[in-house]
């Protein structure tokens, strides 16, 4: 499932954070996963991420950091297979578009969701 989200990037700290909550959505749990820190509903939904070191991220993921600084739009996409979470960001800027995959191994709480 794809869906457009909000987003704002700190250049100080070098953190993108992404939102994707509805208004009816409540944020009940947090997990972290190397440099991302995943926002979860009480059903297990995933609403938000926030990617700390951006920069280096978005590197090791071959998208040239300066986009970060020209953001346009970002969509995320989540698909849950076995017990693997995929996630991924559709970003793009003025100038360019990237992809940006994460897969991680779910918790618990998505397990069973």
């Given at each position: ?63 040239n ?42 918790p618990?709480?998505l397990?069973?969701?």
């Amino acid at each position: 499932m794809e869906k457009k989200c909000k987003f704002s990037y700190n250049e100080i700290d070098d953190t993108l954070a992404v939102s994707c909550r509805e208004e009816n959505e409540n944020i009940r749990e947090t997990f972290m996963f190397d440099n991302f820190i995943f926002s979860l509903t009480g059903k297990g939904k995933i609403v938000g991420i926030q990617i700390k070191d951006s920069s280096k991220v978005f590197e090791e993921s071959n998208v040239n950091p300066s986009i970060l600084g020209d953001l346009k739009s970002i969509n995320m996409i989540v698909a849950k297979k076995d017990n693997c979470l995929f996630v991924g960001l559709a970003i793009a800027s003025n100038t360019q578009t990237a992809n940006i995959p994460i897969r991680v191994l779910m918790p618990n709480s998505l397990a069973s969701s």
